[in-house]
């Protein structure tokens, strides 16, 4: 299941308790799926479960039957896009009443009059024409939130209306379409906190752990990678101005633990400054601190030389 069909999942199974939340549900669906006239609608969906709630609804608030008009297969999705119609008195009397003026004008107030019926717009807008996606495995694509509209008025009241429920979101032309979108993790789980849909919070939740422990991983590896690049540089750099030292003759002037930590370097150019303290049976820190006598030393002989 993918995460888009899990959100629509948690949205069919949510309760409207009255008449003016199933209006706004009807107005939402017709908005982001459906073709209007004054006395005739059209409405258009590829999943059967969201196409049935509409009819429920429409049967429900106005005890009108909406008539299957056609069913045409999409090959590349392999699923069937159903098209229902009503015409007549008893569309305009549904579009009059779910809808007054919408399109170019925008969304009308009325439907969204409350808190609850602008939840439900939100959901119905959705349902008809949103999806959500998630970063999954190495997937680069991360969180995605978005709704297609008709018409920039449309989709500017509906930033309004997600704005009133403190879901603040973007929008931008595809093609001849507006889309509104949200893109962060929290933006997310503030709308599915808000529209009530608990499942794919849960599930939010979980891929957002599963993907911060598998960052928190890759920075560890970086951090490593990242230490293990500046050993080896230190290393080679040691290993170069100990040669030096070696040609100059200057080997031959150091003390007993000095000479011998210049030969154990040049002699095991790779390995960490841990690792040669312990072939020297010393401590890491007294190994630095005659390693940075060496370079010392180092200086001053290319200087003088």
């Given at each position: ?56 609804l429409v049967a429900e608030l106005y005890g009108v039957r909406t008539e299957v008009k056609e069913a045409v297969r999409d090959p590349k999705r392999e ?146 990678a990242g230490n293990a690049d500046r050993t080896a540089i230190a290393s080679a750099l040691q290993t170069v101005a100990l040669g030096e030292l070696k ?23 790779t390995l960490s400054l841990s690792e040669l303290a312990e072939t020297l049976g010393i401590t890491k820190s007294c190994l630095s601190h005659r390693m ?14």
């Amino acid at each position: 299941m993918n995460f888009t069909w899990e959100v629509k999942r948690d949205f069919l199974a949510a309760v409207n308790e009255t008449a003016e939340e199933k209006r706004a549900l009807v107005a939402a669906l017709l908005l982001t799926s459906g073709t209007v006239s004054p006395s005739r609608f059209d409405f258009v969906s590829e999943n059967e479960r969201v196409a049935g709630y509409f009819v429920n609804l429409v049967a429900e608030l106005y005890g009108v039957r909406t008539e299957v008009k056609e069913a045409v297969r999409d090959p590349k999705r392999e699923r069937d896009k159903l098209t229902f119609s009503c015409a007549g008195e008893s569309a305009a009397r549904i579009l009059r009443d779910c809808c007054a003026e919408y399109g170019e004008e925008g969304i009308s107030e009325h439907l969204c009059g409350s808190e609850a019926c602008a939840r439900a717009f939100v959901r119905g807008a959705f349902l008809g024409g949103g999806s959500c996606t998630l970063p999954r495995g190495g997937a680069k694509t991360g969180y995605h939130l978005e709704f297609i509209f008709p018409s920039a008025a449309v989709a500017e009241d509906f930033r309004y209306l997600l704005s009133t429920l403190e879901l603040l979101s973007k929008s931008v032309m595809r093609g001849e379409k507006y889309v509104v979108y949200l893109k962060s993790r929290e933006a997310l789980s503030d709308f599915l906190s808000v529209t009530g849909a608990r499942s794919a919070l849960k599930t939010l939740e979980s891929v957002s752990a599963e993907r911060e422990e598998s960052n928190n991983l890759n920075r560890v590896e970086n951090c490593f990678a990242g230490n293990a690049d500046r050993t080896a540089i230190a290393s080679a750099l040691q290993t170069v101005a100990l040669g030096e030292l070696k040609s100059s003759g200057g080997l031959e002037t150091l003390d007993e633990h000095l000479k011998e930590l210049a030969c154990a370097r040049l002699a095991n150019p790779t390995l960490s400054l841990s690792e040669l303290a312990e072939t020297l049976g010393i401590t890491k820190s007294c190994l630095s601190h005659r390693m940075r006598k060496l370079m010392e030393i180092h200086k001053k002989t290319v200087k003088t030389l």
